[in-house]
């Protein structure tokens, strides 16, 4: 019998309908639904970036001479249900690492 095996969290940033961008460890994501559970969900209000792309902000998180103007709500404690979800990008460690040093606002 062969045992279901649980996938790893992985911290993404994720991209809704609404044009809503979110930071945080994807406990799971049903992309027919578009509905994702979240940890630590932190909300990216406003970023500065390499390129200013979403996929640079995964890649590189944030950097460059005005990523302390970036806007990054607090963690949500335990998980988060965000909806119409269309876009998840894993983050590098590099893009984790912005994330973790920046101050909720």
């Known amino acids: 019998m062969k045992r279901a095996t649980k996938k790893p969290e992985t911290t993404s940033i994720l991209c ?4 809503g961008i979110y930071f945080g ?8 639904e578009g509905i994702a559970q979240v ?4 909300h ?3 970023w500065f970036g390499k390129t200013g792309g979403i996929t640079s902000l995964a890649t590189h998180g944030l950097c460059g001479p005005r990523a302390r103007e970036s806007r990054i709500g607090a963690a949500v404690v ?3 249900t965000l909806n119409g979800i269309v876009n998840v990008f894993p ?4 893009a984790v690492g912005t994330f973790a040093a ?3 606002q």
């Open 16 to 19: 809704n309908k609404s044009y």
């Open 44 to 46: 990216v209000c406003r």
């Open 91 to 94: 983050c590098s460690e590099e």
């Open 25 to 32: 460890d994807v406990v799971s994501y049903d992309a027919k």
């Open 39 to 42: 940890r630590n969900c932190r």
């Open 102 to 104: 920046s101050v909720p």
């Open 78 to 80: 335990g998980v988060s």
